[in-house]
């Protein structure tokens, strides 16, 4: 995953194969839920939010995600686009 701001595959055609598929927006915790916001390249472009949540163990157990019609400038914004998410369980594709 490319930090914020940095190249990332954008389309799904490939000039610099050292460049991953996703790139951070930003991510952020709270108590021992931890959440991710992602864009992902490719012939879908496409925005995620996806949480974990920490347990006692140190591990970090997938608990949602969903993916989302645009990018979240800041927490307050993600939270309202969250709310109209249709969360996907653990098997499905991130």
């Known amino acids: 995953m490319a930090d914020p701001g940095q190249k990332f595959q954008v389309t799904d055609v490939v ?3 050292t460049l991953p598929f996703r790139r951070l927006v930003f991510a952020g915790t709270k108590d021992d839920i931890w959440f991710v916001h992602y864009e992902h390249g ?3 472009h496409r925005y995620y939010v996806i ?3 920490l347990t006692q163990h140190d591990d970090a157990d ?3 995600g969903c993916s989302m019609a645009g990018v979240a400038k800041s927490v307050e914004q993600l939270r309202a686009m969250v709310a109209s998410c249709r969360p996907k369980k653990a098997n499905d594709y991130w």
Request: hydrophobic share 65%; net charge positive; aromatic share 24%.
């Open 62 to 64: 997938f608990i949602w």
């Open 15 to 17: 000039l610099d194969r």
């Open 42 to 44: 490719g012939i879908a």
């Open 51 to 53: 949480a974990f949540k």
